[in-house]
């Protein structure tokens, strides 16, 4: 083949030397618009699984990496006053020029032509005459935005500032200080790469930024490799403590905002993207010369095993491209984490660590439990002492109070719509789908949407609590449940507005009836999405009808014996779509600002409230984010929160979406959690009001990581207890725990103990039983070569 290379950095040269190396016949050309010795930033991170690949594919640059690198395994935290140290982590690090150095030696060995202060031949002209083109042009690459129609990238620039430095303070692990100035919060993220340098990279909020003065050079074009130095000696004076004297390297130092590269496709033709050019996550949660190296690896592997071009570009997309989206997810979680970082100031030390450590949700409470037991220990206990809980036990199992309602855990059963009444009025199927959902032990269960009149049912199968058959019906669940089990049971109230009158879920979700459709109405006449009813806006007489029906339907719940009352004001139902403005286009006193969206819902919260005595709790959920452009953010959810939670709302429930067809949700694991957070730290915890987190919640370790985190103060989970209806007592087994918080029916007491495994007689290694039995953690701190030979020849 021959090979061309647009770009020289770590990603480009590793993919030119694999391909020598897997045919020496193969033309290899790298263009590389610096100088072999030009190099910008500090340190690169590996992670173990990178260093297997790059050993098992060339020992010769493994060999060269590994004599250099820094390695340790704790992470070191201090947060307004208090020093947290983390380990059994795993890290290894190096100099980036060094990286340089052994791959372009490398490169050179095997016979790769290198042009180096040389800009790459158009691409045009290069894919005539070359077999396969390279782009390893970085963030800005050329050759992406020539193809841009057929790549089809998203270039998203994020709000907060950074700037990439070094010190001759040598770090003795990962160190993040977060400093609260009398500007705001600022952050550094370090960690030592060589025995005389590390990485030092000041990271705050634009507005943060600002206040402080950084923005005096904001108007300034810095040449090429020069550096800001008024923001180094700012820097090096706000963090005087910190660098104990120490100084400040630059390279190219100057203010930078973040910018997330994600491309549709990654090649086109025998043109190929490879690292920054193809996608960028977050220096949060590794570095983008690892994801390179490992794009290099995966395309070599792909050319080497397929027998065209064609089909190896194919493969490399299909399997790099969902490894990639997955770690820009929790790339995501985490810049959006550190841009809302003074959000949790006010938090306890030790769960702001935690907080801090789990912020991508890659690792967990359980991950941080196997590398360091004591830590993981410290959290249960600050948990306890700070929700004031009579006894240690995982968080979940915690009791908490909705108001006046005391529950013996923070597990909820989520609503979830059944589709199986007859005239609103629920059936055995009910009895045994929301029984079984209370025996099986979960603090509170919910039931799904109840209608509170004919025309507000999304479909014929909806329940409803209009009547007194609904209610006496309704009362036979609510007294099983509180006769068999130790749970708590909702009431979801609400009204379909535009998205009624369809189809059961399972003949067609959100598709009109084939006959007997009933008029539907709505706060504008828009419907929810193409081929669905348009609705009858909404008159003052319709809007005093809702009103008194949902005050109808509270009163029953009441008597029909439920525990807490939770408006549905979310996913684009009647009050949701009053508050959203991508449905509501009214021009009225109930349209246009979003204090006049807010006022029917409140009407609403407002007429159940007073229907229900004062102990049973009233929550309402709410869809924190439209997913559209011009629709609600979760910016406007915290406000509309605040607003419930001044009208008296117990607990705000924080879904999202599905008030538009058009919506392009950010799906993936608890995806809907940092809005809970958001609002929890924003509008309920001042208030002592609950959140409850909900969306993609599936494992018992989600839930206890959300918790001891401080982002929810409980846990929704749906189609988890659909596929286990004994999820939570299954989740107290696993964890062995037993008490108040999971109380097994006494019929199922024998099921307490977690069955045996297949195996129950393999021996653990010996030395790890000793480590188990200390509770001692494995804390590997970098300490510089010769620091340490002289240390040794002190001591001898």
């Known amino acids: 083949m021959r090979i061309a290379i647009a770009g020289g950095g770590p990603g480009g040269l590793y993919f030119a030397a694999l391909m020598k190396q897997l045919d020496p016949a193969h033309e290899v050309t790298v263009w590389e618009r610096n100088a072999p010795d030009d190099t910008f930033g500090f340190g690169v991170v590996f992670s173990d699984e990178t260093l297997s690949g790059i050993d098992n594919a060339d020992d010769v640059v493994h060999a060269s990496m590994e004599s250099r690198f820094a390695r340790w395994t704790d992470i070191d935290v201090e947060f307004d006053g208090h020093g947290f140290t983390v380990g059994g982590q795993g890290f290894a ?19 790769v032509t290198v042009h180096y202060r040389t800009e790459a031949p158009d691409v045009a002209r290069l894919r005539e005459s070359y077999d396969l083109v390279l782009a390893a042009d970085g963030l800005n690459s050329a050759v992406r935005a020539k193809y841009a129609d057929v790549f089809r990238p998203t270039l998203d620039r994020r709000r907060n500032k950074y700037i990439w430095l070094g010190t001759d303070l040598v770090f003795e692990a990962f160190q993040f200080f977060v400093k609260q100035t009398e500007w705001g919060t600022m952050q550094i993220h370090g960690y030592p790469y060589s025995d005389s340098g590390s990485t030092f990279i000041v990271e705050m909020h634009e507005d943060v930024w600002r206040r402080a003065g950084f923005d005096r050079t904001e108007a300034h074009v810095f040449a090429p490799g020069v550096s800001d130095e008024y923001a180094v000696d700012r820097i090096a004076e706000i963090f005087a403590e910190e660098l104990k004297g120490h100084q400040i390297l630059t390279n190219n130092s100057k203010w930078l905002n973040f910018t997330t590269v994600r491309n549709e496709r990654w090649f086109d033709g025998n043109v190929v993207l490879l690292g920054d050019a193809a996608h960028t996550a977050h220096f949060s949660i590794g570095s983008g010369t690892k994801l390179a190296m490992e794009d290099a690896l995966a395309l070599a592997a792909c050319l080497h095993e397929r027998p065209t071009v064609a089909e190896a570009l194919e493969a490399y997309q299909s399997e790099r491209k969902p490894v990639v989206e997955s770690t820009q997810r929790a790339a995501q979680a985490s810049l959006e984490w550190f841009e809302n970082i003074g959000m949790y100031a006010g938090q306890d030390p030790a769960q702001f660590v935690f907080n801090l450590l789990t912020r991508s949700r890659r690792i967990t409470f359980e991950n941080l439990k196997e590398r360091d037991a004591e830590f993981a220990i410290l959290m249960e ?64 269960v919910m039931s799904e949407m109840v209608c509170v009149s004919p025309e507000g049912r999304i479909t014929p199968g909806c329940p409803g609590l209009w009547n007194e058959e609904q209610r006496q019906a309704w009362e ?31 003949d067609g979700m959100d598709e009109p009836l084939d006959a007997d459709n009933w008029e539907v109405i709505g706060p504008s006449a828009l419907p929810y999405g193409p081929g669905c009813h348009i609705p009858r806006e909404a008159t003052r007489e319709d809007l005093d009808q809702v009103v008194a029906d949902f005050a109808g339907a509270a009163e029953r719940a009441v008597r029909a014996g439920f525990d807490l009352i939770e408006v549905h004001a979310a996913h684009g139902y009647l009050l949701s779509s009053f508050l959203s403005p991508v449905a509501n286009r009214r021009t009225d006193e109930y349209g246009g600002s979003p204090e006049n969206r807010l006022r029917f819902p409140l009407e609403v919260f407002d007429a159940v409230r007073r229907a229900v005595p004062a102990e049973t709790p009233v929550t309402v959920r709410i869809s924190a984010t439209d997913w559209v452009p011009d629709g609600n953010t979760d910016d406007d959810a915290v406000d509309v929160a605040r607003a419930f939670i001044e009208h008296g709302a117990a607990a705000i429930d924080v879904s999202s979406g599905q008030v538009t067809k058009d919506e392009k949700p950010a799906f993936g694991r608890s995806y809907q959690t ?18 409850i987190a909900v969306g993609a919640i599936s494992s018992y370790d989600d839930v206890n990581s959300i918790l001891l985190a401080g982002r929810a103060d409980l846990c929704a989970l749906g189609r988890t207890h659909l596929y286990n209806p004994q999820w ?8 062995e725990y037993r008490g108040a918080g999971a109380r097994w029916p006494v019929q199922w007491a024998a099921g307490r103990r977690k069955p045996p495994a297949a195996r129950t007689d393999k021996i653990p290694p010996r030395l790890s039983l000793l480590r188990e039995g200390t509770g001692a953690s494995v804390h590997l701190r970098w300490k510089p070569r010769a620091a340490d030979a002289a240390a040794k020849r002190a001591t001898a």
Request: aromatic share 4%.
């Open 93 to 111: 690090a190096m100099s980036r020029k060094e990286l340089l150095q052994i791959l372009q030696q490398r490169a050179a060995e095997l016979g």
């Open 381 to 444: 206990n600050e948990f306890a002492r700070n929700q004031q809980a009579p006894g240690i036990a995982p968080a979940m199992f915690q009791p908490v109070r909705i108001g006046e309602l005391e529950l013996s855990n923070r597990v909820i059963v989520s609503p979830m719509d059944m589709y199986s009444s007859v005239d609103g009025v629920p059936g055995d199927f009910h009895l045994v789908h929301l029984g079984s959902k209370a025996l099986g032990g979960a603090g509170l």
């Open 476 to 506: 036979r669940v609510t007294d099983f449940v509180h006769r068999s089990s130790s749970a708590k049971i909702g009431l979801q109230l609400g009204h379909s507005g535009r998205k009624g009158s369809t189809r059961l879920m399972w």
């Open 674 to 691: 940092p809005f809970a957070d958001k609002i929890r730290h924003k509008a309920a915890g001042p208030a002592g009001v609950k959140v």
């Open 728 to 735: 939570t007592l299954q989740a107290a087994a696993e964890q």
